[in-house]
C-alpha cells in the first residue's frame, strides 16, 4: 500500500469514527432507565424495554466498531499488515477495504 493510499483509509477510518463517536451520546442517553413513577402505561413500559434492548444492540455494535476502527488506524500507521488478509496473506481488495476499513479479512476468509 503506497503513502497516497494510506493517506486515503486514514481518513475514511477517522471520518467514521468521527460518526460512530458522534452517536454515542445520544445511544448512551437513551439507554438511561426511565424511572418507574413516571406515569407510562404498561405497554409503552413494554415498548420502552424492546426499544431499549434494540438501544443496547446498537450502542455495544456501535463501540465494538469503533475499537476495530481504532485497530485499524492504528495497524495503518505502525505496520503493513493493513489490508492483508490474516488468514491467507492475500491483500484484500480495496473495495472491500473502503467500505469496511476494519475488516482483517478477505471476501474468502471472512465467509
Ligand atoms: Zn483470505
Redesign the pocket.
Known sequence: MNSKEREEFTNVIQKELENLREQLPSLEERMSPVSPDQSIGRLSRLDNMVNQGVVEKQLSQTRTRILKLEGALKRLEEDDEFGI?Q??G?KIPMKRLLVMPEAE??V??AS
Open positions: 488478509c488468514e491467507c492475500e479479512l478477505c474468502e476468509c
